[in-house]
T-cell receptor, first 112, second 114 residues
C-alpha cells in the first residue's frame, strides 16, 4: 500500500522568497506522483504530475517538482512566491492514477 | 466550460438519518471519483466509476455507504444511518479517461451530522 508524508503542516514565507514544500512517499511499486493546490473555498486543482520520463516536472504558476526515486521524495519548489500562492498544497501518490493517496497537506502562507 | 458541480454545498443532518450527495461531472468524462476529506486530513479515496460501473469501491468505509452512476454521468453518494464520524467534506472528481489523466475536482459537499 502507498502512503504519503508531508513533512510540514504549515509553512510561512515572505513574498518573493523561495519556498520548498516537502513530500515523501512509500510504495513497493512504480508510482505516479501529483501535487494539488486548494485555494480557500475552492476545489482541488492540479499543479503538476509525474508519470514517467524527466524527473524534473514543471507545473502551473511557476511551480516545479523533482522526483527522486532513491530518496522516495517529490518536493515542490517555487523560486519566488506571491501573496496569491497562499493556499493548501497536497501531495498524492498512486500506482495507478485513478486511485490517489493524498498526504495531509501543507498550508503555505505568504506574508507581505 | 462548466466544471464539476456538487450539490448541496452544505448538508446538516441528524444522527441516524439518510443523506444523498450529488455530483455532476464534466460533460464527456467517463471516469468519476468520490473522496472524503476530514478536518485536517487530505482527501481519502472512496470509490471510482468507469462509465456506469464501480471499478473500485475499496475505499467505502462500510456498508452504510453506497454510490451509483446509473447513466454514466451524474453520480449519487448515499449514506444510510449517518453517524457523527461521517461529518466531512465529500469531494467528487472526474477525468476523461482514468489512466494518466488529470482529475478535476468539484468544490465539495460539507456534511455535518449532529
Amino acid at each position: 500500500a502507498q502512503s504519503v508524508t508531508q513533512l510540514d503542516s504549515q509553512v510561512p514565507v515572505f513574498e518573493e522568497a523561495p519556498v520548498e514544500l516537502r513530500c515523501n512517499y512509500s510504495s513497493s511499486v512504480s508510482v505516479y506522483l501529483f501535487w494539488y493546490v486548494q485555494y480557500p473555498n475552492q476545489g482541488l486543482q492540479l499543479l503538476l504530475k509525474y508519470l514517467s520520463g524527466s524527473t524534473l516536472v514543471k507545473g502551473i504558476n511557476g511551480f516545479e517538482a523533482e522526483f527522486n526515486k532513491s530518496q522516495t521524495s517529490f518536493h515542490l519548489r517555487k523560486p519566488s512566491v506571491h501573496i496569491s500562492d497562499t493556499a493548501e498544497y497536497f501531495c498524492a501518490v498512486s500506482d495507478r492514477p485513478e486511485k490517489l493517496v493524498f498526504g495531509k497537506g501543507t498550508k503555505l502562507t505568504v506574508n507581505p | 466550460g462548466a466544471g464539476v458541480s456538487q450539490t448541496p454545498s452544505n448538508k446538516v443532518t441528524e444522527k441516524g438519518k439518510y443523506v444523498e450527495l450529488r455530483c455532476d461531472p464534466i460533460s464527456g468524462h467517463t471516469a468519476l471519483y468520490w473522496y472524503r476529506q476530514s478536518l485536517g486530513q487530505g482527501p481519502e479515496f472512496l470509490i471510482y466509476f468507469q462509465g456506469t460501473g464501480a471499478a473500485d469501491d475499496s475505499g467505502l468505509p462500510n456498508d452504510r455507504f453506497f454510490a451509483v452512476r446509473p447513466e454514466g454521468s451524474v453520480s449519487t453518494l448515499k449514506i444510510q444511518r449517518t453517524e457523527r464520524g461521517d461529518s466531512a467534506v465529500y469531494l467528487c472528481a472526474s477525468s476523461l479517461l482514468a489512466r494518466g489523466d488529470e482529475q478535476f475536482f468539484g468544490p465539495g459537499t460539507r456534511l455535518t451530522v449532529l
